[in-house]
Every structure is written in structure tokens, then in C-alpha cells.
């Protein structure tokens, strides 16, 4: 089991920055990736980032140059930089592990609000 702690997120001005940590606990040599996802009301939940334990990342076309995923695997965390924030990147971002073996996530952490807004 891998449980998920997140925090950050919260109100910004469009073309603000946030940034969201997720911390890991539990059995982290499991792991292979961590990333971050999103979901907007009435939307489905979409990849944001991700990165493996080797530090490869992966980035949505809609957040690339603009978001930074970033990992200190002495303290189990991953980072998420977001940058020139935009109204369309409002979402609940959620923290995510893919463990060996699959990459699809198989833990979630609880959620944190991201709003853009004047």
C-alpha cells in the first residue's frame, strides 16, 4: 500500500503560478511513477505529468512549457510547478502512483482544488 498526502493549490489570477507537492508513504520501493492528473466538472480525469524513478516525464500537450513536475526521492515527494496559469487548468488535481509492473495509476491521493479565476 502507498498512501498519498497533497498540498498547495487554492485561488490564483490567471497568468499566476501555484505549486502542488504530494508527499509518499508506505511501500514506496513499489513504486515506479509518480504524476499528477486532473479533473474539471464534467470532465474527464486527465493526465497533467508524470515522472518515473529514473526522472523521465511525460507532460499533457495543454501544459507543456508551463508546468514543471519535479521528484526528491530522498523525502518521497513529487512537485508540480504551475506556471501562467490559465481559467481551463481549474481542476481537482490529484496525485497519482503507478507501481511496477503497470503503468496505469493504482493509488490517488484525495484531491486538491486548483482555481483560475479574476
Known amino acids: 500500500q502507498v498512501q498519498l498526502v497533497e498540498s498547495g493549490g487554492g485561488l490564483v489570477q490567471p497568468g499566476g503560478s501555484l505549486r502542488l507537492s504530494c508527499e509518499a508513504s508506505?511501500?514506496?520501493?513499489?513504486?515506479?511513477?509518480m504524476g499528477w492528473y486532473r479533473q474539471a466538472p464534467g470532465k474527464q480525469r486527465e493526465l497533467v505529468a508524470s515522472i518515473t524513478r529514473f526522472g523521465s516525464t511525460d507532460y499533457a500537450d495543454s501544459v507543456k512549457g508551463r508546468f514543471t513536475i519535479s521528484r526528491d526521492s530522498a523525502r518521497n515527494t513529487v512537485a508540480l510547478q504551475m506556471n501562467s496559469l490559465k481559467p481551463e487548468d481549474t481542476a481537482v488535481y490529484y496525485c497519482?502512483?503507478?507501481?511496477?509492473?503497470?503503468?496505469?495509476?493504482?493509488?490517488w491521493g484525495q484531491g486538491t482544488q486548483v482555481t483560475v479565476s479574476s
Open positions: 508506505g511501500s514506496i520501493s513499489s513504486i515506479y511513477a
Open positions: 497519482s502512483v503507478a507501481t511496477w509492473g503497470n503503468p496505469q495509476p493504482r493509488y
